[in-house]
């Protein structure tokens, strides 16, 4: 037994803080109250503590980036409370698979590197379990990690056997605990999908009580209809629907706002939240800064478009009319070019004599079209007043991976859940009701059992914090963070 004596408690109930003692016996909550004569094996002081249900993270990429299997004790995530994370995002899970494919992630994770030994959610699971994960883990079913085992490469609608063979596939998946559907429309291989197929995949959502997200069609100058779209699914279907990584990009801010309106006045007829991320910069896969007609074909197809004449004079003239500032890209990862990560295309460029934009096509060619940038183009100061949104949720939109990893991770992967506390509060956001935000209420909204909040009873997962830092971690019932270092103890579960 792990006996916690005065501290003051947050419950995620959004109830206001309290001075108690926490009794926990095995991976639950045995009792909270004052205990002045409870006995236990571990008795930590609370004095100056401040217990919280362990973060969930609405919006993790761990699995994209194949960290659950080279870093199964996810420290990165630990480390900043996070003891559940959300994976399966932007249309890419790991299951299901009807033929063993990982196609749809290999825009961020080397796949060939990985064993699969598992095709449906409940394979998967019982594989993530013998890994012995740090944090909890769950998972929705990718749309486009789906459909491109029905269709391979081709840009097409499903043919109604198809669509059939879909519903089926992702009925099962829910049923083996899959938290809901996942769409990545912005990207080439689900850009071109009908709204009709989506609808009525979500039919199959609705009659499940599962969630629906969706990385969008356009984040940037078709920002408002993509999100009248999501509007008017969720209306038309009456499916808890949330946006991935809704953000007020550099130059689109109007735009950003205009679309933040169009939520807040369908919430009577809509179930709508939006993700966000408390940090300026995206993550861009390098095969999205091509022209949306580039982008078919897969790798194979792309590097074929890039290096045949005519196409790559287009594609140079339509780059050279895009707002994107080019030079301030930074290489984030290289594929077999670990040596040039961190440079910026500038760099990059400049070693090499070329022009910026014919550098940035032979770092395509190089990377085989595996590489990932990072660029700073998120108006920080609309973004941070989001965070505090009663629709918004906090993701790290991130993954944990091992220090010998030659990738460069951005602050989001280790700092997320902190900085969100902090610029919360700032803000005037009472401390439970922060807590609140990233515990009881993703939780509720993704239908994750006994998790989330302080109640007898339910999982031990618990964050202490001391001086408004992440001292003490718990993950059903173990010490998973203990004075601000990591433990591994693989005591996380797929949930």
């Given amino acids: 037994m792990i006996l916690i004596k005065g501290a003051q408690i947050i419950t995620g109930t959004g109830q206001a803080p309290f001075k108690g003692d926490i009794l926990i016996k095995d991976d639950k909550i045995s009792a909270i109250g004052n205990f002045p004569s409870q006995h236990a094996e571990t008795v930590i002081d609370g004095l100056g503590l401040t217990v919280t249900p362990g973060f969930i993270d609405t919006h993790s990429t761990t699995d994209h980036y194949l960290g659950l299997f080279s870093d199964p004790a996810q420290k990165d995530f630990l480390l900043q409370g996070i003891t559940t994370v959300i994976g399966g995002q932007c249309g890419s899970s790991l299951a299901p698979l009807i033929y063993g494919s990982l196609k749809s992630i290999q825009k961020w994770g080397d796949i060939n590197k990985i064993n699969v030994n598992w095709n449906t959610v409940s394979e998967l699971k019982a594989t993530l379990k013998q890994l012995g994960l740090g944090v909890n883990f769950g998972t929705l079913a990718g749309h486009s990690t789906i459909r491109r085992d029905l269709v391979g490469e081709e840009i097409r609608d499903l043919t109604q056997s198809e669509l059939d063979v879909f519903k089926n596939s992702l009925e099962k998946s829910l049923q083996e605990g899959a938290l809901g559907l996942s769409t990545g429309l912005g990207y080439s291989h ?47 279907t009456g499916v808890t629907t949330i946006i991935s990584h809704f953000r007020p990009v550099i130059g689109l801010e109007t735009k950003f706002q205009e679309a933040l309106r169009l939520i807040e006045n369908s919430l009577q007829e809509a179930d709508l939240y939006f993700q966000v991320n408390p940090f300026g910069i995206s993550v861009l896969p390098i095969y999205t800064l091509l022209p949306k007609w580039a982008q078919e074909g897969g790798k194979v197809g792309m590097l074929k478009t890039i290096n045949d004449k005519t196409h790559r004079n287009r594609i140079l003239e339509e780059l050279s009319n895009s707002d994107l500032k080019f030079e301030n890209l930074i290489i984030a990862e290289a594929h077999n070019n670990p040596y040039i990560i961190g440079h910026t295309l500038k760099k990059f460029s400049e070693n090499r004599n070329l022009e910026i934009l014919e550098a940035l096509l032979l770092l395509m060619e190089i990377t085989s079209m595996r590489a990932l940038l990072f660029y700073e183009n998120i108006n920080i100061d609309i973004l941070t007043r989001t965070l505090t949104h009663p629709r918004s949720l906090i993701g790290s939109n991130s993954a944990s991976l091992p220090e010998s990893q030659t990738t460069l991770k951005p602050e989001r992967a280790i700092n997320s859940f902190p900085r969100y506390l902090q610029a919360a509060v700032s803000q005037g956001l009472p401390i439970e009701e922060a807590v609140r935000k990233v515990t009881a209420m993703p939780a509720e909204i993704f239908g994750i059992q006994k998790r989330g909040k302080l109640v007898e009873g339910w999982f031990a997962d618990l964050v202490m914090l001391k001086d408004n830092q992440v001292f003490n971690v718990l993950v059903n019932g173990k010490l998973a963070v203990q004075e601000k270092k990591a433990v591994a103890k693989g005591s996380g579960r797929p949930i």
Avoid: D, F, Q, W
């Avoid at 071109?192 to 599962?210: D, F, N, Q, R, T």
């Avoid at 969630?211 to 969720?234: D, F, G, M, Q």
């Fill in 190 to 236: 689900a850009r071109h999908v009908p709204y009709s197929e989506i609808k009525e995949l979500l039919a199959v959502i609705k009659k499940m009580g599962k969630v629906y997200t969706t990385h969008l069609r356009s984040e940037y100058a078709n920002l408002l209809p993509s999100v009248e779209e999501a509007v008017k699914i969720a209306k038309e």
